[in-house]
């Protein structure tokens, strides 16, 4: 009886090393787990990201959100910034423009001042009713390149380092801390200041 309990467990074993090997992503020498791979990868949560993503979805490709904070969009929540512009309204897409008028709470003038309990539990039911998937607290610090194309990105989070396996990645962070950490040049827009 011993040896076929040891069979099976040299049998689980290798079935695990086989996985990892399969789903694990070498960053600075160390394996870090893969939480996810998407056909397309949104790194940051503002409100045009989280759009993006249920467009993506929407249109059959396996897509992931994933926001450095814990609650979306990233623009109005972390900037404490509770309102939209009117001309900023006026201008958005249709859908954006649909879902802000649908969370305001009352107008100030040229602003609008929003409910941000509609505006965050609204954005999680658009992007999960698409099916897309969305992961909050990753900061990204790396990638995985293939040439010169990113095929996993890799994340710090409470529990450590993951990764996500991407075919596209958008990034939609302020700082385009995607296109920095694969190498990219980045500059200042003109309207920067």
Same mark, same amino acid.
């Given at each position: 009886?011993?040896?076929?309990?040891?069979?099976?467990?040299? &049998?689980?074993?290798? +079935?695990?090393?086989?996985? +990892?090997?399969?789903?694990?992503?070498?960053?600075?020498?160390?394996?870090?787990?893969?939480?996810?791979? *998407?056909?397309?990868?949104?790194?940051? $949560?503002?409100?045009?990201?989280?759009? @993006?993503? &249920?467009?993506?979805?929407?249109?059959?490709?396996?897509?992931?959100?994933?926001?450095?904070?814990? +609650?979306?969009?990233?623009?109005?929540?972390?900037?404490?910034?509770?309102?939209?512009?009117?001309?900023?309204? #006026?201008?958005?897409?249709?859908?954006?423009?649909?879902? @802000?008028?649908?969370?305001?709470?009352?107008? *100030?003038?040229? #602003?609008?001042?929003?409910?941000?309990?509609?505006?965050?539990?609204?954005?999680?039911?658009?992007?999960?009713? $698409?099916? *897309? &998937?969305?992961?909050?607290?990753?900061?990204?610090?790396?990638?995985?390149?293939?040439?010169?194309?990113?095929?996993?990105?890799?994340?710090?989070?409470?529990?450590?380092?993951?990764?996500?396996?991407?075919?596209?990645?958008? #990034?939609?962070?302020?700082? *385009?801390?995607?296109?920095?950490?694969?190498?990219?040049?980045?500059?200042?827009? +003109?309207?920067?200041?």
């Amino acid at each position: 009886m011993a040896p076929l309990c040891a069979e099976a467990e040299n &049998s689980i074993v290798e +079935s695990r090393k086989s996985l +990892s090997l399969a789903y694990d992503v070498v960053f600075e020498g160390r394996k870090i787990p893969v939480i996810k791979s *998407a056909d397309v990868l949104v790194v940051g $949560s503002t409100l045009d990201a989280c759009f @993006l993503t &249920s467009k993506f979805a929407k249109d059959g490709r396996s897509a992931v959100l994933a926001s450095a904070g814990t +609650s979306l969009p990233h623009e109005l929540i972390m900037c404490q910034r509770p309102w939209v512009k009117r001309s900023r309204l #006026d201008s958005s897409y249709a859908k954006v423009k649909e879902f @802000l008028t649908r969370c305001v709470r009352r107008q *100030a003038g040229d #602003d609008y001042l929003l409910d941000m309990i509609k505006v965050t539990e609204g954005l999680e039911d658009l992007l999960l009713d $698409s099916g *897309a &998937s969305l992961f909050y607290d990753l900061f990204p610090c790396g990638v995985e390149l293939a040439g010169n194309r990113i095929t996993a990105v890799v994340f710090a989070c409470k529990g450590g380092l993951v990764a996500v396996k991407v075919g596209t990645v958008v #990034d939609c962070t302020h700082d *385009a801390v995607i296109v920095t950490l694969a190498g990219g040049e980045t500059r200042p827009r +003109s309207s920067a200041g």
